[in-house]
């Protein structure tokens, strides 16, 4: 799995890239074939009062891409917000990839 964590006007200290990991093991625990994470890290330079600090992230899994993102006063929550809109849809997904369907059970009359 490549998991790239970058920041746009902000500097990714290494508390806030150790958050990040801990939290996407979560996504990475549910599903197990995530082929790569890339998240993004906004502060935006607008003079909002609220919800200025972004979270973005791409996944690519095995079948199809996910994104999701998520805007908040704190950065931290703004990533908790974004794992669970992400681990929201890594469940979905895999639920989509299981084969529902039973086999049919052959009479032998």
Do not use: W
């Amino acid at each position: 799995m490549n998991l790239t964590i970058s920041g746009h006007h902000l500097e990714v200290t290494p508390a806030l890239n150790n958050y990040v990991k801990t939290k996407l093991d979560r996504i990475t625990r549910h599903f197990d074939q995530v082929v790569d994470i890339k998240v993004l890290l906004t502060v935006e330079k607008q003079k909002e009062k609220e919800r200025r600090q972004r979270a973005e992230c791409n996944i690519h899994v095995k079948g199809s891409d996910l994104f999701a993102e998520s805007s908040h006063a704190d950065l931290y929550a703004a990533v908790d917000e974004l794992v669970d809109k992400l681990d929201r849809q890594v469940v979905r997904h895999k639920d989509r990839m299981q084969d529902h369907h039973h086999s049919t059970v052959k009479r032998l009359m």
